[in-house]
């Protein structure tokens, strides 16, 4: 079983930085895919980022150039830096993993593994 817990969430004005972490438990965090999602209220929950288990990366278009998903395989966490955060982008964030290893899954709601979700506060 692999469990995910998200921290970093946190309140900041807009064109501020903030970091999010994802520790994983169970499994090492290089063994399989992983992605950043967030869910603002009233909307469907939508996909961020996601590195598979050989570290490409793919984004959304609403972040790229702004965020960067990474991992650190000695602390099995996964991270998401955003950088020159907007309004827009306040929601509740979680991480996800799969075991499918590749990027098939990308940013497609479709992972196996979900953490609780932190929050992040983008206020102008």
């Known amino acids: 079983q692999l469990q995910l817990v998200e921290s970093g969430g946190g309140s900041v004005q807009s064109g501020g930085s903030l970091r999010l972490s994802c520790a994983a438990y169970g499994y090492p965090v290089n063994s399989f895919a992983m992605g950043w999602f967030r869910q603002a209220p009233g909307k469907e929950r939508e996909g961020v980022a996601a590195i598979d288990a050989w570290g490409r990366t793919t984004y959304a278009d609403s972040v790229t150039g702004r965020f960067t998903i990474s991992q650190d395989n000695a602390k099995n966490t996964l991270y998401l830096q955003m950088n020159s955060l907007k309004p827009e982008d306040t929601a509740l964030y979680y991480c996800?993993?799969?075991?499918?290893?590749?990027?098939?899954?990308?940013?497609?709601?479709?992972?196996?593994?979900w953490g609780q979700g932190t929050q992040v506060t983008v206020s102008s």
């Open positions: 996800a993993g799969d075991f499918r290893r590749g990027l098939q899954l990308g940013l497609r709601d479709a992972y196996t593994y």
